[in-house]
């Protein structure tokens, strides 16, 4: 890290400085300016901000220098992690897709939803059974027996099952059921619940929050695999911006920068991020071609009577074009549509 | 809410929207115009998204106009509402100051803290327990210790103790402790959280999360009050934007907002909002001019000490001066500091 | 537009509303739910801010219901706008790539910059002769001195030329020498400035403004509409947002949203917008994914060495690599790379 | 700055970058770390992005440190700025008050709304010759005829004139006119405008734009500054920020962050930020406590005629009522209401 003195720093000050940040064990190399005094502090940058320097005298700011998470990063680990869910691989060349329903109501809909995304090539289905709604009066999901009906889908089809867990006390009913575990956008900072997860051993999906940043995104992901499983896959699914027309801003952008940051493969959430299912499929080949490792889309038997999101779901007519071009896409860059027969 | 059908909509369009929405129970108003036609539907704005209009045929976009909370809103209790904390009154006329260090560190930094801060006039203390820390590698708390730390200060003192709960498995403990559950931005949308905390008979400080409008923040609050607990205190602390000087962009146009829209109290969190202790004086007393209830502000003993969040502190020095300049102004307003002698 | 009365609302105040409206030709439909009365109002919208509802008595909101642009509106105009620059198409299934560097610096410079874009398949030169520069202190162009580079470029290559104007008193100069006019980031609502490019016959690039919603920027583009120029290319070059990894956050999702709003053609500008040279690439085939029409992509013969925005210039060599497979994905759209010779 | 090479660099990929350094006259200090070289760099910062050292081999990233703002700064000129227009003071404790329509409509309502804000106590009139507007379809302002009203407002009240100049061009005869020339905020970073304001002798009241960060604006007033004219007057008027109920994001933290990195006055303009009239007094007030110099507010003798931005005008009457509460603000912090008088 950097430490930059104010202009009214005497030498007093900077030796407080330089005191405290020995005694942390940090490497110290000084520079005496014209202007000011600025030191390069070489250590441990996760005890950056609990040293508290900027609360010191005469010191004007403190600049790091070094990425805060190390398990997650590129230079802890330089080849591409692949996640295994049974056969299946998450990341490596394969293009993954996770398709199915917002949430799970009912044996019928989730069946007919099952097979309809497997034929059309998906290899996981989503569905949530415990759902995050902004109001307390919308439908909450189905609890375990829409665990159940997933599991039941799971049997009929082959398709691996991920679906969210909301909260540590139903974790391992979740993880009882599920082949991929999800952390919701909103949850991406409930730390409690990262360290639950963290002892389970199951592959986990964490999406970013909607106002998180790159940094804090794998700072969560650090939180994983710091305390053990290091089977985390990250899920782009859009931005809280001015921008209204969409629902989230799609960050797209963060697909290659993750790439080149971290080692853990990237999928995109399309359907959250924009919120309308018109601008879907556009966004799931851009996603592709940016180097996405695979999609989460919600797909629905009939979305204009769904009881949680339909507006963003796609059709199955609309769901199987998609597919098609996908494949194409992903032929361009040497990479191959995922597959349940491995 | 209002329905507009695309300009491609003919009769068959629109009867099926006008069937859905009367099978869901509301009150329809047609109205044809030359350029669209434009449905008025009277009923639960909750049930709104779940009705999934826009994945209909030629529904170009629906429009909310009423509030989605209810319990929190001010058509649904005119009059202010007082949160009482024991004798307290959090609203009403009365400015309360919780304040203290970020995170409980020992028994010595606690004891003093508590007591400079009462020597100055607070009437609540802060510190954390459990902390939410970005990196899995910093200070999380004394947890347990650091609760009977905080009864113990309140035992020396008289002032009421808030402190924050991250999770409903550590509900009970910090609540057998506690006499104000601080809700932490990151859990504002942890539902299951709020769901836990309404069933407890203690005050809850709602602090918005860093990307939250204030429609939601009021829906979190729905989520408290409609699981039976009225006693909510909104808090806020500050909102992300792409402005970096400082670590958030504190809304305070947000008070006067939710003062409109609601009848429940708010304070103020500049400590969190600015990041840097220089700029929590004039926005303490700016939140005041604004119409806040209170503040919750960061006060160390020896801030270049401070295990967490130094460098947003204020000296004991620097909050003495300040709670004279807020009597000032509060008394402006007609308004007066809290007291602890009631 | 919808007027939602409040709750307090009675006949008076509802018809003082009434009035207003119908005295500025708007047709009425009155909807008196159990709660409050709402208006519906038939008419020009973009009227709707002029007539000041909001600060009459009684009224709660005013919602919009219809888009406020009308000629750059795909309800105006449902078949795609093709922009001709000489026999040149932007739009219309080509892919039209416009490269070079962000500044003209020297004959040397441009010239050989020119060769090596269009040796790679780049149909128009872009390079700044006038730059906005956020210090007074940078280099701020070579003005007419660059403009006549420019054209000399064009004379050797037969490259079109793209290049920005900042102010109307150096409009008649820049339009002396370039084939499509750039109105930059900043200057999107330079309203001035849009209404004197409108009276000129050259096509217009409109770069979104960086905080601009797509209705602003469709407004924008509106206002040269209006004066009389329909030549206008819509540029998404990243919106300002929290993340600040990259320089902005690339919105590829306005997009397909543009396509479905407008009919005008809409390119991408990469290297702004991620301010990274090392996402360009990705990020210009998840722009032709996403369905664009065209690239502008900053190419420096060495970028170590350019005068501005080096960090985020291709070199020749990643440039010639990304043209190749540009033309795979486009292919798969069914597209193909726009080219000189028709 | 700070330059960080990469894990890989080797000695030849620092020296190239030392080399580059030097020729630039930086002084250098280097740092051999065991995970990576840092290079510190001490030298003029606004050459920074122009050394395009991000695009050299193995340079990991590039860090400013100190300011890029040199005439604006406090480390500059340590004492307050006081701008004088006429007699009247900006800054320097005085809280000048400059109220008026949004726009010049009409000699009656102009004088009107003069007489009346002068007898509330407000010392400069601001009123709007040249409009910029959203749509091309709205009104555009009376231009030269506004221009003279108010001119004839100043000769009949006293009142200093606060208008805004759009454009170069229309410059000479704004300047003929006004006491005090504004720069709205979508002109903030109008390079062109800033440079001829620069040469005019009248003071500038420079608005923040809607995305721009502190450091942007204080370079917009560097160049103002650098071009010759010191009397710039900074006024903060909201961010864009994805909270929606309110126009814009009051930015009120921006107030003691200028004051502590700018000499330069700085007001507030709460019509804009908030865009409801129910919201603008409180947030006067608590712009006062935060410790601006004055404030910019819409007051129109009636609102609800008003052609251009009424839902966020104050009544005659609610203006007169917060004029009296401001003095009380002001008078804890030791400072007075402004006044002709002198």
Redesign the interface.
């Given at each position: 890290m950097?430490v930059?003195m104010s202009?009214k720093a005497d030498s007093k000050h900077v030796d407080a400085v330089l005191e405290r940040l020995k005694r942390a064990g940090f490497?110290i190399?000084l520079?005496q300016?014209?202007?000011?005094t600025?030191i390069?502090a070489?250590g441990?940058k996760?005890?950056m901000?609990?040293l508290?320097?900027?609360?010191?005298?005469e010191v004007e700011?403190v600049?790091p220098?070094?990425q805060?998470y190390k398990l997650a990063s590129r230079?802890f680990k330089e080849q591409d992690t692949i996640v295994k869910v049974g056969d299946l691989e998450i990341g490596g060349g394969n293009i993954q897709v996770m398709a199915g329903p917002c949430a799970v109501e009912s044996r019928e809909q989730l069946l007919e939803a099952a097979q309809l995304v497997k034929a059309a090539g998906a290899t996981l289905l989503r569905g949530g059974a415990f759902k995050?709604?902004?109001?307390?009066?919308?439908?909450?999901g189905l609890e375990e027996a829409g665990l159940k009906l997933l599991a039941e889908a799971r049997e009929k089809t082959g398709l691996k099952i991920v679906t969210e867990v909301?909260?540590?006390?139903?974790l391992p009913m979740v993880a009882h059921y599920a082949d991929v575990l999800q952390i919701g956008t909103?949850?991406m900072?409930?730390?409690?619940?990262l360290?639950e997860v963290a002892k389970v051993n199951k592959p986990v999906l964490l999406k970013r929050?909607?106002?998180a940043?790159?940094?804090?995104w794998l700072?969560a992901a650090?939180?994983i695999m710091?305390?053990g499983n290091y089977n985390v896959i990250l899920c782009e699914r859009g931005?809280?911006?001015?921008?209204?027309?969409?629902r989230n801003?799609?960050?797209?952008?963060?697909?290659?920068?993750v790439k080149?940051l971290s080692h853990l493969p990237v999928i995109v959430d399309p359907s959250h991020?924009?919120g309308?299912?018109?601008?879907v499929a556009?966004?799931s080949?851009?996603?592709?071609?940016?180097?996405a490792d695979g999609l989460l889309i919600e797909v629905h038997p009939n979305?204009?009577?769904?009881?949680?999101?339909?507006?963003q779901?796609l059709t199955p007519e609309n769901f199987h074009a998609l597919m098609q071009?996908l494949k194409?896409?992903a032929g361009?860059f040497g990479k191959r549509m995922g597959s349940l027969e491995g």
């Open positions: 950097i930059v202009q490497q190399h520079s300016g014209v202007e000011r600025i390069g070489i441990d996760t005890r901000r609990d508290a320097l900027e609360a010191m005298p700011s600049v220098i070094l805060p230079a995050p709604r902004t109001s307390p009066y919308s439908f909450q909301m909260d540590a006390s139903t909103r949850n900072q409930n730390f409690f619940l360290r929050g909607a106002s940043t790159i940094e804090e700072m650090e939180y710091a305390g931005i809280r911006t001015f921008e209204n027309f969409t801003t799609l960050d797209l952008g963060a697909v290659p920068v080149y991020a924009l309308k299912w018109r601008f556009p966004m080949l851009a996603a592709v071609a940016a180097g979305p204009a009577e769904a009881l949680c999101d339909g507006p779901s071009q194409d896409v361009v």
